[in-house]
């Protein structure tokens, strides 16, 4: 494994919506990402320095492909999302619970007392894009085997 001491370059992510309000809300309200750059049809948003825009595109189709089994779940794929602070974490679960999120994994300790363990969650956005956050108390685990 190589580690860095250099700061992570942000990565550029675009995403189809069908509903670019819908975006707008969940992405900005629901999640509470900074808002940048927008035109009637996308919005750039800040997630934690990470460019993320959201594109409205008229023959959207479901983003999940496919699952896969993990830890006893089924994961959606597709997904994307960051690596957070536990605390961090917590307040993005409330977050969205308050929201009346529906998961598609609800927040749990993966991998317990294994490496790797961490916490996670899963759920969709508005157009059916796949996130998953998740935490690790000890971030030296996030590449463990």
């Known amino acids: 494994m190589t580690?860095?001491?250099?700061p992570l370059p942000p990565f550029h992510l675009a995403l189809p919506v069908h509903d670019i309000?819908?975006?707008?809300?969940?992405?900005?309200?629901?999640?509470?990402f900074g808002r940048g750059r927008s035109d009637v049809r996308w919005t750039d948003w800040n997630v934690d320095g990470h460019q993320v825009?959201?594109?409205?595109?008229?023959d959207h189709r479901n983003a999940v492909a496919g699952t896969n089994?993990?830890?006893?779940?089924?994961?959606?794929?597709?997904?994307f999302?960051?690596?957070?602070s536990?605390?961090?974490f917590q307040e993005l679960a409330g977050r969205l619970t308050e929201a009346g999120t529906?998961?598609?994994?609800?927040p749990y300790v993966r991998f317990e007392g294994e490496p790797g363990e961490q916490w996670t969650m899963f759920f969709l956005?508005?157009?059916?894009?796949?996130l998953e956050f998740k935490a690790f108390q000890d971030l030296s685990q996030l590449f463990a085997v």
């Not at 529906?102 to 609800?106: G, H, K, L, S, Y």
């Open 81 to 84: 999302g960051l690596v957070l």
């Open 3 to 6: 580690t860095t001491t250099q």
């Open 21 to 32: 309000d819908a975006a707008r809300h969940f992405y900005g309200e629901v999640l509470g």
């Open 102 to 106: 529906d998961f598609v994994i609800e």
């Open 86 to 88: 536990v605390e961090r």
């Open 125 to 130: 956005d508005p157009s059916g894009n796949a």
């Open 69 to 79: 089994p993990v830890d006893g779940h089924e994961v959606p794929v597709p997904h």
């Open 53 to 58: 825009v959201t594109h409205q595109v008229d």
